[in-house]
């Protein structure tokens, strides 16, 4: 974006002071460049708001976006740090005078539940200047950078509170990355963790994306909340092949109870932030994505369980990749209806989805059409060149889908980014045993429809990335190291195999596993038969992974060198060589303790104080005779190798811990250390 150069040349009096950088923007287009005469006259066209709410709604789209964040991590942790952005960060910045003026305080979002996402809206000189909010603002990098704070757009906080995931269900996030809604779901799938244990939930998350590097960041914000019950797969949602259950469990394939549909969009109602849409933007951006927009809902529709909610979203204000996507899946799912959510998340402020608009394929938007006739007449040539379809219109039926169910959120509204959602359920009435439905499902399909309605997937029995049929449920895990060849080429394509690294169970009965176990004092419920590792020989040569029975029984049901899975389970144990003179052992990892906890027999965690923790914390390897007199009996005590330690809430010159806290370490001939990474360290 020429950055510097902009920044440089903006004339007057450049030679002898350099200008003043613009507090608020991270690129440089001037409030007068953010204009675009297709945008105006496109969303003119299709009375996108009341005419007295236009200058109102392209000034908000002007004008920079506030910060938002929401306290992430499982309930408990997430309610102790939003207490004390309440009581303690809120009061000190809320009498902050800078530059003579008094600046606002961060506010909760009235509709997040439990207050838990805030926002606030300082130029960027004052989080530098100011002391009170630069140290709000270390504050809030830190806790970021651990995992606790996420910052998130509001409105993109919004898709999974509208899909009410609960622990026990199976939930797809179909394009995922790079997993702000991921994140969410994870968590509400762990709504039952405590504030130093994660609970194993029976349900699972499976994020996809068709991007191999962008599930890599998937995996990355999944590292915050280690999961025994979530997937990251990199497939294309729109031909998503089946997931294979077991015989045992009497369903052939993988349902979901959840589906989230954020599927990828023009993205025009980030505009505040993107700015550069301000000179790119056209009408068929829109145009060219309804199609993979409905493909990837439909998939969806056909992988949900009968009494299942989707969530479709997008950050556009566009009907034709909106409203005009969820018409034409309801017009040929006819059993789905859309759910009237007028009542959840009251406080947010919202509009009813569009009933009526006008697409167009002429990028000047000199005319706009009110039916795909009209527009076909007008323009015979360039229908047939288009991708337009008469999908792209408003449906005939429009008032019977109920669009006005659907959601708009504009940035004049609450000061967000714009967006839009849409719930859909089938009818309870239609919810049939899964036999029945999927023969009408597959009926609805085969049935003549006009070229433009026709999903691209009908043929769901096959998949291009599956190319031979996957073998039936493999060996039972009980006695034989299990393996499962990891996959290969995603995108879903060329049935070809990928170059993940096999999945491979291990028996319960093996050698390592059962040392590992002793050694680490588990308790005998500890789920042995879910230990995997990433290799093809099943040799317990680095970490093992734990995942729980349903992901279990997926990995042993698939090919995973047909369906790239790039990863699948938590890492909780790894090899630690154990120095001179002692043996190689496995211990547990910092990011894997809080799931292998509730298998731990409480009389074997040390309990120290904040002297030890600050020992510990400060040095590498503290020698045993560096800590306190009173403690050193009890580490002479100790076994070599992985032990827990608890450190209950306390002060210590200055730092403060505000609930228990449990880590692993390590203990070899005269030193002991603390087994977290550097950034937990921290
Ligand atoms: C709007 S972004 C998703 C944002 C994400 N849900 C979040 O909250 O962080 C759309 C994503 O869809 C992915 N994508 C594009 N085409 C896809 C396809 N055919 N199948 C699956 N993912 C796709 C893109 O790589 C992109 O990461």
Known sequence: MGRGRKRGGRGEGGRYKKAKPDEYRTDLIEKADMKNERFYAYYKAQKIVPDDEWEAFLDALRTPLPTTFRVAGSRQIAKSLNDTIRDVHVPSLSDVIFEDQKLPPPVQLPWYPDGLAWQFNVPKKVLRKSPEFKKFHSFLVFETDVGNISRQEAVSMLPPLFLEVEPHHTVMDMCAAPGSKTAQLLEALHAQDTLTSSSTPSGLLIA????YKRTHLLIHQSARLPSPAFMVTNLDASNYPHIKLSAASGSSKLLFDRILC????????????????????????????????????????????????????????????????IAAALESNPEFHLVDVSSKLHELKR?????????????????????????VTANPETAASTK????????????????ER?????????????????????????????????????????????????????????????????????????????????????????????????????????????????????????????VLVR??????????????????????????????????GTKVFTKQEGGKGVEAQYRILGEGLPVVLPYTDPKSIVTGNMNILKNLVLSHYPLCTSFEQSFRPILDALELGCHIFKFPPGELDGASLSHDLLVPIWKSGVSVSLMVDKKAKK
């Open 208 to 211: 996809n994306d068709s991007d």
């Open 262 to 325: 954020d599927v990828p969009c023009s993205g025009d109602g980030t505009i505040r932030k993107n700015i550069g849409i301000w000179k790119s933007w056209q009408p068929n951006d829109g145009n060219g994505l309804h199609g993979l927009q409905l493909r990837i809902l439909q998939r969806a529709i056909k992988m949900l369980k009968p009494d299942g909610r989707i969530v479709y979203s997008t950050c556009s204000l566009n009907p034709v990749e909106n409203e005009a996507v």
């Open 351 to 375: 509009r009813p989805g569009m009933t009526s608009w006008r697409p167009t394929a002429d990028k000047a938007i000199s005319s706009t059409y009110e039916t795909y006739d009209a527009f």
């Open 388 to 403: 337009l379809t008469s999908g792209h219109w408003p449906p005939m039926s429009g008032h019977e889908l109920n669009l």
């Open 406 to 530: 659907c959601m708009r959120i504009y940035p004049h509204q609450q000061d967000s980014g714009g967006f839009f959602v849409a719930v859909m359920e089938r009818r309870s009435a239609e919810v049939k045993p899964i036999r029945e439905r999927k023969r009408n499902v597959e009926d609805a399909a085969e049935a003549p429809q006009p070229e433009s309605k026709k999903p691209r997937l009908e043929n769901e029995t096959e998949h291009s990335t599956t190319g031979t049929p996957a073998p039936e449920a493999a060996t039972s895990g009980a006695e034989l190291k299990t393996i499962v060849e990891g996959g290969g080429g995603a995108s879903g394509g060329g049935g070809g195999s990928f170059k993940e690294m096999p999945y491979t169970f291990l028996s319960p009965r093996d050698e390592t596993l059962v040392s590992c176990i002793t050694r680490l004092r588990l308790t005998p419920n500890f789920p042995s038969s879910n």
């Open 535 to 568: 290799n093809p020989e099943g040799d317990v040569v680095r970490s093992m992974y734990l995942t729980n029975d349903l992901m279990k029984e997926i990995i042993l049901a698939n090919d995973f060198t047909k369906i790239r899975l790039t990863t699948a």
